[in-house]
T-cell receptor
Framework: DQQVKQNSPSLSVQEGRISILNCDYTNSMFDYFLWYKKYPAEGPTFLISISSIKDKNEDGRFTVFLNKSAKHLSLHIVPSQPGDSAVYFCAAQTTSGTYKYIFGTGTRLKVLA | ETGVTQSPTHLIKTRGQQVTLRCSSQSGHNTVSWYQQALGQGPQFIFQYYREEENGRGNFPPRFSGLQFPNYSSELNVNALELDDSALYLC?????????????FGPGTRLTVT
């Protein structure tokens, strides 16, 4: 049962344009959502997060949007840069009951120069 | 400030054997989590330790066990290794009660079971 899904395994975007990465979840008990970036041969690196009580969080070029009614979140990167090319994972956390931290399967972003 | 480190980097074991993987948390962090990442998949949560006690576990059998030490370093032990245990094992540390719950990952240990 994949509670966090990233349905696009890959995405290519031109440098300077917007990159939009999507994530869907099924468990309404998740209380925090995070995005991580992963380069080859490295562990994931935290990028940005959002609490379930908010619908938007912005940090520089990165903005995360949360639509609780649709159980959907998205990461916008504007403008996209070649250094953004990596695998992006969304993750969801629940502290209700037993603590769990669930990752999606990842989306590989390629920003073309 | 020292980041999260893991050892060894790579490991090859035979089916049925036991393995111990090690992790040193980032300085000041009191919580450690372990993940298994198979090829083409996202990290799968194995368990989390806080103050030397397990306080969360994913869908992994009891042959996956862990320890957290007073200095917040940690071990992941896997008994009776199976071929499907071949994966990248990631350790992540965090500060319990931190506002953003972000985790800081090590580079991982690549385990191959033959």
């Amino acid at each position: 049962d994949q509670q966090v899904k990233q349905n696009s395994p890959s995405l290519s975007v031109q440098e300077g344009r917007i990159s939009i990465l999507n994530c869907d979840y099924t468990n309404s008990m998740f209380d925090y959502f995070l995005w991580y970036k992963k380069y080859p041969a490295e562990g994931p690196t935290f990028l940005i997060s959002i609490s379930s009580i908010k619908d938007k969080n912005e940090d520089g070029r990165f903005t995360v949007f949360l639509n609780k009614s649709a159980k959907h979140l998205s990461l916008h990167i504007v403008p996209s840069q070649p250094g953004d090319s990596a695998v992006y994972f969304c993750a969801a956390q629940t502290t209700s009951g037993t603590y769990k931290y669930i990752f999606g399967t990842g989306t590989r972003l390629k920003v073309l120069a | 400030e020292t980041g999260v480190t893991q050892s060894p980097t790579h490991l090859i074991k035979t089916r049925g054997q036991q393995v111990t993987l090690r992790c040193s948390s980032q300085s000041g962090h009191n919580t450690v989590s372990w993940y298994q990442q198979a090829l083409g998949q996202g990290p799968q949560f194995i368990f989390q330790y806080y103050r030397e006690e397990e306080n969360g576990r994913g869908n992994f059998p009891p042959r996956f066990s862990g320890l957290q030490f007073p200095n917040y370093s940690s071990e992941l032990n896997v008994n009776a290794l199976e071929l499907d245990d071949s994966a990248l094992y990631l350790c992540a540390s965090s500060l319990a009660g931190g506002v953003y719950y972000e985790q800081y990952f090590g580079p991982g240990t690549r385990l191959t079971v033959t």
